[in-house]
């Protein structure tokens, strides 16, 4: 057993670009093979809009007025289920030490776990679409709703990230992330809602400005905040 | 390689680390030992990077910590008695992320030769999940050597291995120190410590308790020097 027969050719460290897709495409790999936050995340989802669609036998036009409620009340509990569950596996094994002995910025460890933590909501959020659509008798394909959950779901990810990563480090990390959660995001969260609600409710581009205003100003701070905060929160 | 002068951790009011001295040579293997809650891990976790010291001077691989732990970081391999593998990658997979992490630029031939010297060539393609307990240390010893550090720390690395999976991971700790390197292993095996190990220090109480080398060890064994440094 003789090891350095190769010598290893190492850059002075990787960039941050590099160091944050090496981490999204290994929890893409790793999600792609397991499915094991997607298919809880989903399933959850369309549950509570199954529930939802029996719990409210609404008219046509009253179902369009609560459409933006429920599907941002669905994608915020799907989201904490999923965030959790992201976090909890680095910590489980040990994998979170595995990151950050590595000698990349922890921004990149920060970057790295929202990116795949959007993309599995953006993921259960394609297939959640379609299925509320069907149930309620609402058209949700539009370009401008489609825009808005993006910046909705980046800035509850973004801020999302941040606390679990704070939170997966106590004993009541599954009660403790929501609980520091939902009030930080009831900004990003009543601007979406409000956003979603006008665009179903027939509303012009010019009527949604403020709460979309809002969404990028979160979106923007939150990001900012997190980066200059993970490497503190991480910190033992 | 490494120094550390009058180290002081404090968890709140707890103090686990009271001023503790300690330094090792470049290619020393060093078994910290040490009963159940006298500071080894968090020690060795300062060694690390990832956890701050409150008060003292640590310095790693010729850098200062915390002001320069991506350096550090560049040169260490840190094993614990997690794996710190992701289960649903492939052993070839968990290397080619640790590679990329580490900025190693071609990493493919240094990854056959990895995986072959922890004996797991033959299983580059399989799913760390369908490994033994000490399949998975031994490739986390690969991990740990996939940068080709200067330094690398072992906490505990026995941990649930059965008498097969330590005698093999014997094998790989040996030929990681055969290399050169400078090592740290904290361990409650005393037989084992004693086997690898060219210096033996005993952690009590925060501080650095007592400390001998193999060759002064010749006349006495290590429990009966581990016995007495915890008395005295």
Redesign the interface.
């Given at each position: 057993?003789?090891?350095?027969?190769?010598p290893?050719?190492?850059?002075?460290?990787?960039s941050l670009l590099?160091?944050t897709f090496?981490i999204v495409?290994?929890d893409l790999?790793?999600?792609l093979?397991?499915f094991e936050l997607i298919s809880a995340m989903l399933v959850f989802s369309l549950l509570v809009i199954i529930i939802f669609n029996f719990a409210l036998e609404l008219d046509v036009k009253v179902r369009q007025s609560v459409t933006a409620g429920v599907l941002w009340t669905t994608f915020a509990f799907a989201g904490t289920l999923g965030l959790n569950r992201s976090m909890s596996t680095e910590k489980d094994?040990?994998?979170m030490?595995?990151?950050?002995?590595?000698?990349?910025?922890r921004s990149a460890i920060y970057f790295g776990k929202a990116i795949s933590n959007l993309a599995f909501m953006l993921i259960v959020e394609a297939i959640v679409l379609p299925v509320y659509s069907i149930l309620y008798n609402v058209n949700l394909f539009r370009l401008d709703l489609i825009g808005v959950i993006l910046l909705g779901s980046i800035g509850y990810t973004a801020v999302g990230t941040l606390l679990s990563a704070m939170s997966v480090q106590t004993r009541t990390r599954e009660v403790l992330l929501p609980i520091l959660l939902f009030p930080v995001a009831i900004p990003v969260l009543l601007a979406s809602v409000k956003a979603s609600g006008s665009l179903l409710a027939g509303a012009e581009f010019s009527e949604i400005l403020t709460p979309l205003n809002i969404l990028i100003v979160y979106d923007i701070v939150f990001i900012s905040v997190a980066f200059m905060l993970f490497d503190h929160v991480v910190?033992? | 390689m490494i120094i550390v002068k009058k180290l002081v951790k404090r968890f709140g009011l707890k103090v686990i680390l009271r001023g503790l001295d300690f330094s090792v040579q470049q290619g020393e293997f060093v078994a910290l030992l040490g009963p159940n809650g006298a500071g080894k891990t968090t020690f060795l976790?300062i060694l690390?990077?990832?956890?701050?010291p409150s008060l003292g001077q640590v310095q790693v691989a010729g850098h200062q910590l915390p002001d320069e732990a991506?350096?550090v970081?560049?040169k260490?391999g840190?094993v614990?008695h997690?794996?710190?593998?992701?289960?649903?990658?492939t052993a070839e997979?968990n290397m080619k992320?640790?590679a990329?992490?580490?900025?190693?630029?071609?990493p493919g031939?240094?990854i056959t030769?990895?995986l072959d010297?922890v004996?797991l060539e033959n299983r580059r393609k399989d799913?760390v999940r369908t490994f033994s307990r000490g399949m998975q240390q031994r490739l986390a010893i690969g991990?740990a050597?996939i940068?080709?550090p200067e330094v690398m720390l072992f906490d505990e690395p026995y941990t649930g291995l059965d008498q097969d999976a330590s005698e093999m991971l014997d094998?790989?700790l040996?030929?990681?120190a055969a290399?050169g390197r400078t090592v740290v292993m904290t361990s409650h095996d005393l037989a084992r410590a004693e086997d690898l190990a060219t210096r033996f220090d005993i952690l009590s109480r925060g501080v650095i308790a007592a400390c001998a080398t193999q060759k002064e060890l010749q006349n006495s064994n290590l429990l009966t020097f581990y016995k007495q440094a915890l008395v005295n």
């Open positions: 057993m003789v090891t350095n027969k190769q290893v050719t190492r850059n002075a460290s990787p590099k160091a090496a495409r290994k790999a790793a999600e093979r397991s094994r040990g994998c030490d595995g990151l950050l002995l590595a000698p990349v910025d910190e033992e | 976790r690390a990077s990832l956890s701050r991506a350096q970081r560049a260490l840190v614990s997690m794996p710190l593998l992701y289960p649903d990658l997979e992320f640790y990329s992490m580490y900025g190693i630029a071609d031939p240094r030769e990895v010297m004996g799913l991990r050597v940068h080709n094998e790989v040996r030929s990681v290399e």
